[in-house]
Each structure stands twice: as C-alpha cells, then as structure tokens.
C-alpha cells in the first residue's frame, strides 16, 4: 500500500485545515485508516483511526471534539479535518493503514502542520 498525504501547512490558533490521504496498491474496504502525529522531539503519537463504517472512529483524548477522521472507501482516501487548532498540535502528520486486527504497517511521508499563536 502506496500512501500520500496532502493538505499540510501554516495557520493561526482557531484556525482549520483539512489533510487527505490517498491510498493505491492493494487496498480494501477492510483496511483500518489512522492519522498520526510527531512534534520536534517528541515521539509518534496516535491522533486518530476510522475502520469501514463512520461509526468505528477513535481519537486520542487531545483532539476529542475538535477533529473528525473520515473516509471515501471508493477513493480509497481518508480525511482529518481540523478545527480550533491550538499551537501544540504543531507537527509532522502521517497516515497510515493497517489490516483489521493488526498493526499500522504502512506509512505516508508526512504532511507538515504548522499552528502559530
């Protein structure tokens, strides 16, 4: 699975960017699609995942309420909108997929997301 995110870049506290990942190669319906995030210094954290049905989302605890993970099983693409951005979530994006049951094991380059104050 070949992935690339998109939609990166600089915005101001309470602002809203949108990012997108499509995938190719040998996707499915069945793959679970995820957002993930690394701070300078700071290690990968999870921000986010969204299985086949719109209901079997999970968030981490710091963007509840103020991210929506989506996806267009047809395009084989997944969504982050973000909204009310707070400088601390400034930081590389990735998304990644990961078959039902198992791992994330595939990776995107990373898309960067700047919030200033």
């Known amino acids: 699975v070949q992935l690339q995110a998109f939609g990166g870049g600089l915005v101001q506290a309470e602002g809203s960017l949108r990012l997108s990942c499509a995938a190719s190669?040998?996707?499915?319906?069945?793959?679970?699609m995820g957002w993930f995030r690394q701070a300078p210094g700071k290690e990968r954290e999870f921000v986010a995942r969204?299985?086949?049905?719109?209901?079997?989302?999970v968030y981490a605890d710091s963007v509840k309420g103020r991210f929506t993970i989506s996806r267009d099983i047809a395009q084989n693409t997944a969504y982050l909108q973000m909204n009310s951005l707070k400088p601390e979530d400034t930081a590389v994006y990735y998304c990644a997929t990961a078959p039902v049951g198992k791992a994330f094991n595939s990776w995107g380059q990373g898309t960067q997301v700047t919030v200033s104050s």
């Open positions: 969204i299985g086949w049905t719109p209901e079997s989302t």
């Open positions: 190669g040998h996707t499915s319906s069945s793959y679970v």
